[in-house]
């Protein structure tokens, strides 16, 4: 069995930075792509940004340039560097993790960016 345990969430005010920290722990081989996903209330999740075991990385439009995804294979953890944020990034933060056999989600982090 695989877990990931989300960090970094919390109450910030637009303009600020906060960063996430995703820690897989477990029956871990090896994890492949790791991403950040994100839900707000009444909408539907959406990718955030995604990144190869290798470093490749993908974002949303809606965070590019303000959000930097970034992992440590040796720690089995990734992170999520959020800049310049907006209300609009207001949201519960999912960590997924794609492994051998399937994929994982951790239980979220709340962001809240007030205006």
């Known amino acids: 069995q695989v877990q990931l345990v989300e960090s970094g969430g919390g109450l910030v005010q637009a303009g600020g930075s906060l960063r996430l920290s995703c820690a897989a722990s477990?029956?871990?081989?090896?994890?492949?792509?790791m991403g950040w996903y994100r839900q707000a209330p009444g909408q539907q999740r959406e990718l955030v940004a995604s990144?190869?075991?290798?470093?490749?990385?993908n974002y949303a439009d809606s965070v590019k340039g303000r959000f930097t995804i970034s992992r440590d294979n040796a720690k089995n953890t990734a992170y999520l560097q959020m800049n310049s944020l907006k209300p609009e990034d207001t949201a519960v933060y999912h960590c997924?993790?794609?492994?051998?056999?399937?994929?994982?989600w951790g239980q979220g982090t709340q962001v809240t960016v007030s205006s």
């Open positions: 997924t993790a794609s492994l051998v056999l399937r994929d994982y």
């Open positions: 990144i190869t075991r290798g470093g490749t990385t």
């Open positions: 477990g029956s871990i081989f090896r994890i492949g792509s």
